[in-house]
């Protein structure tokens, strides 16, 4: 049975917790140290599919400034993070770009896409 140490990041108590797997057939997990029921759960998810939103910026021509600023609409798998930045480093935008454009769509298979955060030209 393994067991994961982790500071809880939902509130600003930043619980100390422990996570680890009570009966693994039945995909049951006992957490220690959390003093609510979010902080119960973030543990869970972090256990068992950790995520992560990923800001950065790509390149934009014709524009005022070279770089636009990007982040994924929801949180990726953090498995896939540095595969998303290697995208990110592939992508040359062309003003105008505007808040909300999709700059990628479904990236890397996961259905979630990552979006222009400024308007820009």
């Given at each position: 049975?393994?067991?994961?140490?982790?500071?809880?990041?939902?509130?600003?108590?930043?619980?100390?917790?422990?996570?680890?797997e009570s009966s693994p057939e039945a995909g049951?997990?006992?957490?220690?140290?959390?003093?609510?029921?979010?902080?119960?759960?973030?543990?869970?998810?972090?256990?068992?599919?950790?995520?992560?939103?990923?800001?950065s910026t790509v390149a934009v021509k014709n524009a005022p400034?070279?770089?636009?600023?990007?982040?994924t609409a929801r949180p990726i798998p953090k498995g896939l993070v540095l595969r998303c930045m290697e995208e990110l480093n592939r992508v040359e935008?062309?003003?105008?770009?505007?808040?909300?454009?999709?700059?990628i769509e479904n990236l890397l298979g996961t259905g979630v896409d990552v979006i222009a955060t400024r308007d820009l030209g």
């Open positions: 049975m393994t067991e994961k140490e982790l500071i809880c990041i939902v509130c600003p108590l930043g619980c100390k917790m422990t996570v680890k049951q997990y006992k957490v220690e140290g959390a003093q609510c029921a979010r902080g119960k759960k973030y543990a869970v998810e972090e256990y068992t599919n950790p995520t992560r939103m990923v800001t400034l070279p770089r636009v600023p990007v982040k935008l062309t003003a105008p770009v505007k808040i909300g454009d999709i700059v």
